[in-house]
């Protein structure tokens, strides 16, 4: 079972020499309905996202994107997977998002529809990975800790 070496020449000979690891395929998964299905996250929100070829409406919450989104930075953060992918207006979006703050839920729908694109058309994964769509953000709010204020601000100093 173990074999002793003796010499460093005989240690090529105990492994076969394969070729370098060839990268992994990924493979296109949809639902019945024909939708690529993904979660996305940041801070403490979480959106379900699922999308499929339709004229580029995106639902949120069962409202669209202008009237639950109203600030125009959050619709252009949501957008921009589809911009660097060159699909905005090819897909229906449909998502349903909750937990945190509107900035963190718009990441998260961010992050949800990066992975759904990436789960229809496996062949855009290096465009979105390159513009950082598919890292899910882990800056989270720090804790509370004792004998502070907050996270790190400390009570008010007083001489008397």
């Given at each position: 079972?173990?074999e ?6 005989q ?6 020499a394969?070729?370098?690891?060839e990268?992994?395929?990924y ?16 801070k403490n ?14 639902t ?10 109203a ?52 062949d ?9 769509f598919?890292?899910?953000?882990p ?22």
């Open positions: 079972m173990a002793t070496m003796q010499s460093l020449d240690l090529s000979t105990l492994k076969p394969s070729a370098a690891p990268a992994p395929k493979v296109q998964k949809l639902d019945k309905q024909g939708r690529a299905y993904a979660t996305g996250k940041r929100a979480v959106a379900r996202v699922w999308i499929k070829p339709g004229s580029g409406k995106i949120v919450n069962t409202r669209t994107i202008e009237v639950f989104f600030r125009p930075v959050l619709r252009m953060l949501i957008q921009q997977p589809l911009v660097a992918a060159n699909r905005s207006g090819q897909f229906d979006v449909t998502c349903s998002v909750s937990g945190g703050g509107l900035s963190g839920q718009a990441g998260a729908v961010r992050h949800g529809i990066s992975k759904a694109l990436t789960y229809y058309e496996p855009l994964r290096p465009v979105l990975k390159r513009g950082g598919l890292t899910r953000d800056r989270v709010v720090e804790r509370k800790k004792y004998g502070r204020a907050k996270a790190r601000r400390s009570f008010q100093f007083s001489k008397r």
